[in-house]
């Protein structure tokens, strides 16, 4: 079985980080291996939230996975808490990566224009050298536009798109893929390049009007799950974009239920048929 360690908080209610990764991943028959990077009682978008940080544990605990030798095909960092554990991921990579280890990273810090309420612009400079180290970005515009200079905008052309992508690529991630593009009216989605191939790939969505915590980590967490079974990055992207908006669909069907994250538990079995039948055809293909 594949196995993909993952680096991010635990928020204990929010849906959010860990508990979205974890479920996520292991539905898609790839052991998750997490590595807690703070636990919090909540995601940051309650008032009063506890924050218990890990730093101090985060080496301890690889170098004892490293004395067991263990393994990763995969790495995913989402949010770090800290410039602090921003260094330690990059020595984290720098310990567990082989040739076929796929470094995955979602430089969760911002969105809607702002920085989260933890962060400010030196993190921001930071989390772009992270990204030099990816195989792969997943930023959302927001993101892009503190890690690049950029103007944050909400309406655009491609060219912005484009230029924003070239911009992320020059930190030095093999494939960059801005989220959160709406290139048309209604629609909303992912625009990639591939900076190997100097290729661009474009998938998009009917946007749902409505916003959720959680969701560029359901996101993030199907990118990274379906890669690592082997889906091309077409097929990955395209089954994630695809997910998240088929969850917040789902969401919207019980208004009653809680704000605060999307309903993901209702649609992993759509995930897990989905994925059955993409791998299938890669076979057949
Ligand atoms: O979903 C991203 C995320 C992860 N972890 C924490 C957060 C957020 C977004 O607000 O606050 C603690």
């Known amino acids: ?15 959010c980080s860990v508990t979205v990764a974890l479920p996520v991943i292991s539905a898609m028959g790839v052991e998750t291996v997490i590595l807690p990077t703070a636990v919090l009682s909540t995601h940051t978008m309650f008032k009063n939230f506890t924050v218990k940080d890990l730093t101090d544990q985060l080496l301890p605990i690889v170098n004892h996975w490293k004395s067991e030798n263990v393994q990763f095909d995969a790495i995913y960092t989402g949010y770090l808490g800290s410039a602090e554990e921003i260094e330690i991921a990059k020595t984290i ?66 060219s912005y798109i ?3 992508l070239d911009k992320l690529a020059a930190l030095g991630s093999k494939v960059v893929v801005l989220t959160g593009v709406s290139l048309s009216e209604g ?7 591939n900076t190997e191939t100097g290729e661009h790939f474009i998938y998009q969505n009917d946007r749902v009007d409505a916003s ?5 980590d359901i996101f993030a967490s199907v ?23 088929d969850t917040i669909r789902a969401t919207l069907k019980n208004p009653a239920e809680p704000w605060y994250g999307v309903d993901f538990e209702t649609t992993i079995p759509q995930l897990v048929t989905r994925l059955s039948i993409d791998l299938a055809n890669a076979i057949d293909e």
């Open 162 to 164: 484009k230029e924003m």
């Open 93 to 158: 990579f720098d310990m567990f990566k082989t040739d076929d280890t796929l470094i995955f990273i979602d430089p969760v810090m911002a969105d809607n224009g702002k920085l989260y309420p933890a962060f400010d612009m030196e993190y921001a400079r930071l989390n772009a050298g992270l990204c030099g180290k990816a195989d792969i970005i997943v930023p959302n515009i927001t993101e892009a536009a503190f890690m690049t200079g950029m103007e944050y905008k909400t309406e655009y052309e491609e």
């Open 212 to 216: 959720y915590h959680g969701t560029g």
């Open 1 to 15: 079985m594949k196995r993909i360690l993952t680096i991010q908080d635990i928020s204990c209610l929010g849906k």
């Open 223 to 245: 990118a990274v799950g379906a890669l690592t079974r082997g889906l091309s990055m077409d097929k990955a992207f395209a089954l994630a974009a695809d997910y998240t908006a």
């Open 187 to 193: 629609k909303t989605g992912v625009y990639g390049l």
